[in-house]
């Protein structure tokens, strides 16, 4: 559901209405600070912060960046500066301050569940994303794109009123270990309700890993299969293109469900699962139920942007639309699922014309200098850059700046030098087709009631 799509006012919607809400809590910093920018129209942000345990840093962001009248046509979002090993407290604190607010909007007025969804590969922002929406009283954790076996152990740590550490992945040497103590930003070390956490796996095998080797207790799992929106889990075994480029996917890549029960957790079903039929299917092969995003990522709540909505509509009701499983689009190196529309980077011409630039950073690889220091990289930034920092040329060509590209698709494009506009880059499952049997402006109620949940 990528950065904002599946956002407060969906979740909230999603959760009074019988389903498990969840926030996406990626970018979450920079969500923040582009909606102070553009003027927080309801209020809504500013009503949220009014309730965080520590009004310091909620008067140090709002005098920072809160802009009344909003922006100037063509004027460029103020950014964050780019954190690194030694300096990421602003991040930290934004971050700390966006996950609070949104999940504290998903919970207004009802008394149903809400969930945040993580990138496990996004270390850098992790701990303080969890803090935040455990202040606000999250209540399920999900995180894919990784092995995410440190949060266990964090989560029951804040519980406790504790600090939390996590180790980040450092290629080329020793990992880097970042703390989060509440006291360091004026918190009182109180206990907190410790939320459910359910990783995305991909495989029975890795669930079980999960299992025995997570640094604490795992509550399920979401199984989430190549046909999903979003980053994939690559293909097991040598990696095969079809004639389009695309990964082949094969019988080892399908998940053994009687194993998944054998673990005796409960799992949900994800990836071309927003039928009925799906469901019922789901339920019957022992699963707790099934998660659902596309179907959800065009219903008028969602924060994607509403030009992207009505053209994906549009082209649903005659059969115009192509998903493509790109291998090369996220710096990660994960299959990332592309839509192929207009004006966004799925095109080559816009692709092309596109100047590279890496200011937001979130994909970002961490590595080792010859120095010894922690560096960042991205195969998505200027050529030269990564070349300069060891980067080889050969893993370039193809990277887009998912970074960008998705909080231009919820509406928050950045403004670059020269005045262009970042171009977005929508991601959806392989269900896409299925949206011709709906209707333009159809409601996140309307999806429930059709899955009778």
């Not at 992207?308 to 499983?325: E, N, Y």
């Amino acid at each position: 559901m990528g950065i904002a799509v599946s956002d407060w006012r969906l979740a909230r919607t999603v959760s009074m209405t019988g389903g498990l809400g969840v926030v996406s809590g990626t970018g979450i910093d920079t969500v923040l600070l582009r909606r102070l920018q553009d003027g927080d129209r309801g209020g809504e942000v500013r009503r949220a912060l009014a309730g965080f345990p520590n009004p310091a840093p909620v008067q140090a962001c709002l005098k920072r960046y809160f802009r009344p009248e909003g922006r100037a046509p063509g004027e460029a979002y103020a950014r964050l500066p780019l954190p690194s090993a030694e300096r990421y407290r602003d991040a930290w604190v934004m971050t700390l301050l966006g996950a609070y607010t949104e999940v504290t909007l998903a919970r207004e007025g009802h008394d149903r569940p809400v969930g945040l969804n993580l990138l496990t590969k996004l270390q850098l922002h992790t701990l303080p994303a969890l803090y935040g929406a455990m202040l606000a009283g999250v209540d399920t954790v999900i995180m894919g794109a990784g092995i995410p076996r440190d949060i266990p152990g964090i989560l029951d740590a804040f519980a406790a009123g504790r600090p939390a550490s996590l180790r980040v992945d450092v290629r080329g040497g020793e990992g880097l270990t970042l703390t989060f103590d509440p006291a360091d930003f004026g918190l009182r070390p109180d206990p907190l309700v410790r939320p459910d956490f359910y990783p995305i796996v991909s495989s029975h095998v890795l669930a079980g890993v999960l299992v025995r080797k997570a640094s604490g207790p795992v509550q399920g799992f979401i199984v989430e299969g190549p046909t999903a929106g979003g980053h994939n889990a690559p293909p097991r075994g040598p990696l095969t293109l079809d004639d389009r480029g695309q990964p082949v996917y094969g019988e080892r890549d399908e998940v053994d469900l009687p194993a998944m029960r054998a673990l005796g957790l409960p799992f949900w079903l994800a990836g071309g699962c927003g039928t009925p039929e799906a469901l019922r299917d789901a339920l019957a092969a022992g699963a707790a139920g099934i998660q659902v995003g596309t179907l959800f990522a065009f219903a008028q709540e969602s924060g994607l942007r509403d030009d992207l909505k009505a053209d994906v509509l549009t082209r649903a009701q005659s059969g115009a639309l192509d998903v493509f499983t790109d291998p090369l689009a996220s710096p990660t190196g994960f299959p990332f699922k592309v839509v192929t529309l207009p004006g966004t980077l799925s095109q080559p011409d816009v692709y092309a014309a596109r100047e590279r630039v890496c200011d937001l950073g979130y994909l970002r690889e961490a590595y080792r200098t010859g120095a010894g220091r922690v560096g960042w990289r991205c195969p998505a930034e200027p050529v030269a850059a990564y070349e300069s920092k060891g980067g080889a040329a050969a893993d370039t060509p193809g990277r887009k700046c998912l970074c960008n590209a998705l909080m231009a698709d919820a509406g928050y494009a950045q403004v670059q030098r020269g005045g262009r506009t970042e171009p977005g880059l929508l991601t959806s499952g392989d269900g896409l087709g299925a949206l011709r049997d709906w209707t333009p402006g159809y409601g996140a109620a309307d999806v429930l009631r059709v899955l009778n949940v």
